[in-house]
């Protein structure tokens, strides 16, 4: 019964490099969502996806940053020409269908720790 | 735009002692609320929600009625154990963003021995 399945775990990049996270949902579950978490913050939303489709990335820096959900595969975040204030957890979520006014729970994975040198 | 804001932590009692968290919101129309726990090292894991005025959730001891009236949302349990030692995050979605978890900055609960 495999949750939300993330990897790697743990992450370092060197600056410049680009980072490429994964994410699979939950068995049955077709929406995704990523979050970021800054030391001593909370998570703050990145983007939710749809296979094939972005739904919703008004949490996305406007460069460097980009995420997908593919018909076949993970999820990916990437982001490219890393800088040092990327340095954060990434979580990645899923769910069941959802929509207004029948917000699903949103099931996290363990998160992937970037580090940025 | 919509906002959690949760009591800053840490927040240290001791075994079997009462807790409260108090976490109120902002939001056009009628958000579903959460809360959510984080264990070191690890993701988030859904406590409890309630997704209409008045609702109750409950969760392994815990509990949380959504106030409309006071927009509050606080996060109770009568007796703590060692184990609940862990960052709770509050949080919402609200109507005309359904997909997105707003959440609190989390506070951090210590129950020592």
């Known amino acids: 019964n495999a949750g939300v399945m993330q990897n790697p775990r743990h992450l370092v990049r060197r600056r410049g490099q680009e980072a490429r996270l994964r994410c699979s949902p939950m068995k049955g579950h077709s929406h995704v969502y990523w979050y970021r978490q800054l030391p001593e913050e909370g998570l703050k939303f990145m983007v939710y996806l749809q296979k094939e489709n972005i739904i919703d990335e008004s949490g996305m820096p406007k460069e460097r940053f980009s995420a997908e959900f593919p018909k076949e595969g993970p999820s990916i975040l990437r982001i490219q020409q890393v800088v040092r204030g990327d340095s954060a957890a990434y979580f990645c979520?899923?769910?069941?269908?959802?929509?207004?006014?029948?917000?699903?729970?949103?099931?996290f994975g363990d998160g992937t720790r970037l580090s940025i040198l | 735009g919509d906002s959690v804001t949760q009591m800053e932590g840490p927040v240290t009692l001791s075994e079997e002692a009462f807790l409260t968290i108090n976490c109120t919101y902002t939001?056009?129309?009628?958000?579903?609320l959460f809360w959510y726990v984080q264990y070191p090292g690890e993701g988030l894991q859904l406590l409890l929600k309630a997704t209409k005025a008045d609702d109750k959730g409950s969760n392994k001891g815990f509990e949380a009625t959504y106030r409309k009236e006071t927009t509050s949302f606080h996060l109770e349990k009568g007796s703590v154990q060692v184990s609940d030692s862990a960052v709770y995050f509050c949080?919402?979605?609200?109507?005309?963003?359904?997909?997105?978890?707003?959440f609190g900055a989390g506070t951090q609960v210590v129950v020592t021995p």
């Open positions: 979520a899923s769910s069941t269908l959802t929509r207004q006014g029948d917000a699903q729970p949103q099931h």
């Open positions: 939001a056009t129309g009628y958000p579903s």
């Open positions: 949080a919402l979605t609200s109507t005309d963003s359904w997909g997105k978890l707003q």
